[in-house]
């Protein structure tokens, strides 16, 4: 008899990947970096997109080797997310490396242009293109998908994209956003780490890759691993805010004191520590199910994103709120982390939302 308990620890190699990412991290996309970039409107770095995707190999993560990728699986993807997560770095690792790379990976071999499937895969793995699956960066994994006409909001980094996945009635197909009749338009949106824009494509345009049963069972599996490793950017958002928080109230003094020696404030950080420690066996419980194939990969995802996104926000909250009136200002990097913790709290589903579906799984009345 097998022991199917979930694998929560790190391993050695991922361990490497995260120091790895980190060090990148730090030389080239630092929490200040990211300020200034967004504050210039434009967050995106190129080159460390590069570094990241084809120098590291974390955009192949998910890819088979057999198409250039690194063959590896969602555990390592959630390493990647959380150090992305602790620099509220602006790249499409989520929407292209994991979200749509997965929903190519469920079409691959389910059409008749699994060549082109294919190729976009490993172009993908390389870093030489970025896919976006045209949907609201708001649907759930169990939720309405767009019936693919007019015009399609809130798709995340579509700005970003060489290829839109779009959803129509009889199959998803892959578009070139370079193609007559594909429009992006930027939005404004609260987190200015994560664009948003609105896609409208021409419903002639693109090249079928799945056909319609087999598509909304792809998109599904797509959406439901970004649900399941977004969890993991959540958790890095908790950990960053969490770190900076006590670093700051050991140096932050009144009454020739610090601050943090008050024991109010020691509450809070001691409530913080435990509902962050809570959300790191839950994202990595999701990260494990993904990865193993488990049949209850659905009942970890609705349980992890049920709970990591308010823990994203709690600690992002106490993180400006404990830095008094420093943690008030543009120029403290405390709101990217709050913005971007609010903005995941409604991706791929809301609280609600998924705790509905964790209900209806396990059988239990849904919340009132």
Aim: proline share 6%; net charge negative; hydrophobic share 45%.
């Amino acid at each position: 008899m097998t022991d199917a308990s979930p694998d929560l620890l790190y391993s050695d190699t991922e361990d490497d990947l995260r120091a790895a990412v980190r060090s990148l991290l730090t030389d080239r996309a630092d929490v200040p970096a990211a300020l200034i970039l967004a504050e210039a409107g434009d967050p995106y770095d190129a080159e460390l997109w590069t570094s990241l995707a084809a120098g590291i190999g974390a955009s192949g993560l998910l890819v088979p080797e057999k198409l250039g990728g690194q063959g590896a699986g969602h555990r390592e993807a959630a390493v990647v997310l959380e150090e992305l997560g602790r620099a509220v770095t602006a790249a499409p690792y989520l929407t292209s490396s994991v979200v749509a790379t997965e929903t190519l990976l469920a079409c691959d071999g389910e059409s008749t242009e699994s060549t082109d499937v294919a190729g976009l895969l490993t172009a993908l793995a390389h870093g030489h293109r970025v896919a976006v699956l045209a949907v609201p960066l708001s649907t759930a994994p169990d939720g309405p998908l767009p019936a693919g006409a007019g015009t399609v909001t809130g798709v995340a980094d579509a700005v970003r994209a060489d290829v839109l996945l779009v959803v129509r009635h009889d199959g998803l197909y892959a578009v070139e956003t370079a193609s007559p009749g594909v429009t992006v338009e930027p939005l404004t949106p609260l987190d200015l780490t994560r664009p948003l824009a609105a896609v409208t494509v021409d419903p002639a345009a693109g090249i079928r890759i799945a056909e319609a049963p087999a598509a909304q069972a792809a998109v599904r599996r797509g959406l439901l691993a970004g649900a399941g490793l977004l969890a993991s950017e959540q958790l890095g958002i908790a950990e960053w805010c969490l770190e900076e928080t006590v670093r700051h109230t050991r140096e932050r003094k009144q009454f020739n004191r610090p601050i943090g020696s008050f024991q109010a404030l020691k509450h809070r950080m001691a409530q913080l520590w435990l509902e962050v420690v809570s959300a790191r066996a839950t994202a990595r419980n999701a990260a494990d199910a993904l990865a193993t194939g488990s049949p209850e990969a659905p009942l970890a995802v609705a349980l992890a994103q049920a709970y990591c996104g308010r823990v994203a926000v709690h600690a992002a909250e106490e993180c400006v709120q404990l830095h008094g009136g420093i943690g008030m200002t543009w120029e403290h990097p405390a709101h990217l982390y709050l913005k971007r913790a609010k903005s995941d709290e409604i991706a791929f589903g809301s609280k609600g939302r998924h705790q509905e579906t964790l209900a209806a799984l396990v059988d239990l009345p849904g919340p009132r």
